[in-house]
């Protein structure tokens, strides 16, 4: 959410149980013409999923591809993105916003020594357009025009033409948010099963990382990629990074108690007090509003396709009794924040911080229901409608606490008015699938918000011919649809705050998930470790920066 290659069944269990030592294998290749030191273990809750950036669905498998790539435009965000040179050195619109030009960088190779070229940008976006692929990201190109996704110039400029101007944030993101796909590899292959082709477990690397191994469930090792030919500065600094996979939350917090890994994304808040107090050495970080978690209805389900009985369920929930008792530390410290949609608190001036969240209220949901249908009619404690009883399975991925106690709540909390919840945990990539296969009940599930604002793959309605993969819920409002767009077409960020604020108002109205709140997550990393970015935009930001000190380093070359 692929099997590089098998190791022997000795080492894999070593590795499975926490044994592993990085000393004890010799790095695949040499290292970067910079000097490196150390490895940098990283307990991963989940493995990898298809590393075809286009078809890729998750975050897991995003934090990879960032550092096996080269990124056209690098970030830095402050209340929105801030755009910096990269692949591209440099770009420009048109004086109607329409066009967008860029030169590219001349220099930087694949693995295999093939140049990457405009052709490549231009590949990788043809790739996206086509309805065989079925790329989830197909709403990148709706607003360019057909021989202009992009146009190639020559190798080193392309432009990208639009069918109007929009938001240059968003324009930006359709144009550069994607890992390349080489042409030279992939463009004789079948569009069709793509997904199955072989650089879906074997890419090639054209940034500061390669991937060295990929045992799968086990380990994701990355080292420095000796055939990176970009920025000097930009050459990775350590010798290794080892994604150890630990689905269960409990076995990742007490190798990095341990010192087992080094580091770990998603502490869970009653952790953060006890780390504070028995490992100093851990050094904690907050990310800022990037992560949500929420309850997805599937509206396809006639027991959840009424309004009233959505609202009913959000009115029985006690989102801010979780907040106090599951994500604020012993001295009062909140780590979130009540949700009210998918567009984070951290867009300043863009998400609506009018909307005032719907309260705890448990007579309210019973008036709701009731007014849905749903009663005791043989008084058996649970409601029911025309024979069917209001019982249902509310699934979400294993290897999240927070979550499973999310599961209990809600559980215990829906059962006081007369609603029968049944839990299940799912492998996560298995939970997903079945997401966008809408085939679930309800689910517990969070987004890592996208920086920019492309509400359209979560929200727009079905058509006969587009499929929205991320519409998880089948969530439809041809108001909401207008709405979008609107705001996709307006390209005065200021002019598109309201149509953005009305949209999102109108969403949570419908109450088409339970948005349980943002949070400030918190990663917890050895203090060894300097140069680190763990930020809003990643929990690896600029990873090929990260650096041990000589007098500090754990795992000896």
Same mark, same amino acid.
Not at 191 to 214: C, D, F, I, N, V
Not at 543 to 548: G, M, T, Y
């Given at each position: 959410?692929?099997?590089?290659?098998?190791?022997?069944?000795?080492?894999?269990?070593?590795?499975?149980?926490?044994?592993?030592?990085?000393?004890?294998?010799?790095?695949?290749?040499?290292?970067?013409?910079?000097?490196?030191?150390?490895?940098?273990?990283?307990?991963?809750?989940?493995?990898?999923?298809?590393?075809?950036?286009?078809?890729?669905?998750?975050?897991?498998?995003?934090?990879?591809?960032?550092?096996?790539?080269?990124?056209?435009?690098?970030?830095?965000?402050?209340?929105?993105?801030?755009?910096?040179?990269?692949?591209?050195?440099?770009?420009?619109?048109?004086?109607?916003?329409?066009?967008?030009?860029?030169?590219?960088?001349?220099?930087?190779?694949?693995?295999?020594?093939?140049?990457?070229?405009?052709?490549?940008?231009?590949?990788?976006?043809?790739?996206?357009?086509?309805?065989?692929?079925?790329?989830?990201?197909?709403?990148?190109?709706?607003?360019?025009?057909?021989?202009?996704?992009?146009?190639?110039?020559?190798?080193?400029?392309?432009?990208?033409?639009?069918?109007?101007?929009?938001?240059?944030?968003?324009?930006?993101?359709?144009?550069?948010?994607?890992?390349?796909?080489?042409?030279?590899?992939?463009?004789?292959?079948?569009?069709?099963?793509?997904?199955?082709?072989?650089?879906?477990?074997?890419?090639?690397?054209?940034?500061?990382?390669?991937?060295?191994?990929?045992?799968?469930?086990?380990?994701?090792?990355?080292?420095?990629?000796?055939?990176?030919?970009?920025?000097?500065?930009?050459?990775?600094?350590?010798?290794?990074?080892?994604?150890?996979?630990?689905?269960?939350?409990?076995?990742?917090?007490?190798?990095?108690?341990?010192?087992?890994?080094?580091?770990?994304?998603?502490?869970?808040?009653?952790?953060?007090?006890?780390?504070?107090?028995?490992?100093?050495?851990?050094?904690?970080?907050?990310?800022?509003?990037?992560?949500?978690?929420?309850?997805?209805?599937?509206?396809?389900?006639?027991?959840?396709?009424?309004?009233?009985?959505?609202?009913?369920?959000?009115?029985?929930?006690?989102?801010?009794?979780?907040?106090?008792?599951?994500?604020?530390?012993?001295?009062?410290?909140?780590?979130?924040?009540?949700?009210?949609?998918?567009?984070?608190?951290?867009?300043?001036?863009?998400?609506?911080?009018?909307?005032?969240?719907?309260?705890?209220?448990?007579?309210?949901?019973?008036?709701?229901?009731?007014?849905?249908?749903?009663?005791?009619?043989?008084?058996?404690?649970?409601?029911?409608?025309?024979?069917?009883?209001?019982?249902?399975?509310?699934?979400?991925?294993?290897?999240?606490?927070?979550?499973?106690?999310?599961?209990?709540?809600?559980?215990?909390?829906?059962?006081?008015?007369?609603?029968?919840?049944?839990?299940?945990?799912?492998?996560?990539?298995?939970? +997903?699938?079945? $997401?966008?296969?809408? *085939?679930?009940?309800? =689910?517990?599930?969070?987004?890592?918000? &996208?920086?920019? @604002? /492309?509400?359209?793959?979560?929200?727009?309605?079905?058509?006969?011919?587009?499929?929205?993969?991320?519409?998880?819920?089948?969530?439809?409002?041809?108001?909401?649809?207008?709405?979008?767009?609107?705001?996709?077409?307006?390209?005065?960020?200021?002019?598109?705050?309201?149509?953005?604020?009305?949209?999102?108002?109108?969403?949570?109205?419908?109450?088409? +998930?339970?948005? $349980?709140?943002?949070? *400030?997550?918190?990663? =917890?990393?050895?203090?060894?470790?300097? &140069?680190?970015? @763990? /930020?809003?935009?990643?929990?690896?930001?600029?990873?090929?920066?990260?650096?041990?000190?000589?007098?500090?380093?754990?795992?000896?070359?």
């Amino acid at each position: 959410m692929f099997a590089r290659s098998l190791s022997l069944l000795s080492a894999v269990a070593l590795i499975s149980c926490g044994g592993a030592d990085p000393t004890t294998e010799k790095p695949e290749g040499p290292a970067s013409a910079q000097e490196t030191r150390d490895t940098l273990v990283v307990g991963y809750m989940a493995d990898m999923g298809n590393l075809i950036s286009i078809v890729n669905d998750s975050a897991s498998t995003t934090n990879i591809l960032s550092n096996l790539s080269y990124p056209l435009i690098k970030s830095d965000f402050d209340c929105s993105l801030k755009k910096l040179p990269g692949l591209a050195t440099d770009w420009k619109w048109s004086d109607d916003g329409k066009t967008l030009s860029m030169t590219l960088r001349d220099d930087l190779t694949y693995q295999d020594g093939t140049k990457v070229t405009a052709d490549d940008v231009a590949f990788t976006w043809e790739l996206i357009s086509d309805p065989e692929v079925a790329s989830p990201r197909i709403s990148y190109v709706e607003r360019m025009t057909k021989d202009g996704r992009p146009k190639v110039i020559d190798d080193t400029h392309l432009e990208w033409h639009f069918t109007e101007a929009y938001d240059r944030d968003s324009q930006m993101s359709h144009a550069s948010s994607m890992p390349l796909l080489p042409r030279a590899k992939l463009g004789t292959a079948d569009r069709k099963t793509l997904r199955g082709h072989q650089m879906s477990k074997e890419p090639l690397a054209y940034g500061p990382w390669k991937l060295a191994k990929w045992e799968p469930n086990t380990r994701i090792v990355l080292e420095p990629n000796d055939k990176f030919t970009g920025p000097a500065e930009d050459r990775a600094h350590l010798n290794r990074v080892i994604f150890k996979i630990l689905p269960e939350y409990t076995t990742r917090l007490i190798e990095l108690q341990g010192g087992k890994i080094d580091m770990m994304e998603d502490i869970n808040v009653p952790d953060v007090d006890k780390l504070r107090k028995e490992n100093p050495e851990i050094k904690l970080v907050r990310r800022g509003w990037r992560n949500n978690d929420y309850i997805a209805w599937n509206m396809t389900k006639p027991m959840f396709a009424d309004k009233r009985v959505r609202t009913a369920l959000a009115h029985a929930v006690d989102v801010n009794g979780m907040i106090e008792k599951m994500l604020t530390s012993e001295t009062g410290e909140a780590f979130a924040r009540p949700g009210v949609g998918t567009i984070t608190p951290a867009l300043c001036g863009v998400h609506n911080d009018d909307i005032v969240p719907l309260s705890h209220n448990l007579e309210k949901a019973k008036e709701l229901l009731a007014e849905a249908g749903w009663v005791d009619t043989d008084a058996d404690g649970i409601l029911d409608k025309d024979g069917e009883r209001f019982e249902f399975l509310l699934s979400t991925n294993n290897g999240n606490k927070r979550r499973a106690d999310i599961q209990i709540r809600v559980q215990a909390q829906l059962a006081k008015i007369g609603v029968k919840v049944n839990l299940e945990k799912q492998e996560m990539n298995t939970f +997903y699938e079945n $997401l966008r296969k809408k *085939d679930y009940d309800a =689910g517990v599930a969070g987004w890592s918000s &996208s920086l920019f @604002i /492309d509400p359209e793959s979560i929200w727009h309605c079905d058509t006969d011919t587009r499929k929205y993969e991320f519409n998880f819920v089948g969530y439809c409002n041809p108001e909401v649809d207008k709405l979008i767009e609107k705001g996709l077409t307006t390209a005065d960020p200021k002019e598109a705050a309201p149509i953005w604020k009305e949209m999102q108002a109108k969403i949570y109205e419908d109450q088409p +998930y339970l948005f $349980l709140w943002w949070m *400030d997550e918190i990663v =917890g990393i050895h203090e060894r470790f300097e &140069s680190v970015e @763990i /930020d809003v935009l990643s929990p690896f930001h600029n990873l090929h920066a990260w650096e041990v000190p000589p007098e500090k380093v754990k795992y000896k070359r």
